[in-house]
């Protein structure tokens, strides 16, 4: 897993989870919106994916 350069809008995470799924990165950051409304440490997991997952390779 990549993080996306082509569909990025903060750090490309939601964009590369969209790229590996197939699923459409609109639909991933609202999905994501929604969940990061639930109490929990989703903010904490994004921040962890923003530093540890590598930026998708130049095209």
């Known amino acids: 897993m990549y993080r996306s350069r ?3 809008i903060l750090a490309g995470v ?3 989870i ?3 799924t197939g699923l459409p990165p ?3 950051r609202i999905l994501w919106l929604l ?3 639930i109490p929990g440490p989703l903010w904490v ?3 962890i ?3 540890f ?3 998708e390779p130049a095209r």
């Open 6 to 8: 082509e569909h990025r």
């Open 14 to 16: 939601c964009g590369g």
């Open 18 to 20: 969209a790229d590996k």
């Open 26 to 28: 609109t639909f991933v």
């Open 35 to 37: 969940l990061s409304l």
């Open 45 to 47: 997991v994004y921040v």
């Open 49 to 51: 994916m923003w530093i």
């Open 53 to 55: 997952v590598p930026e």
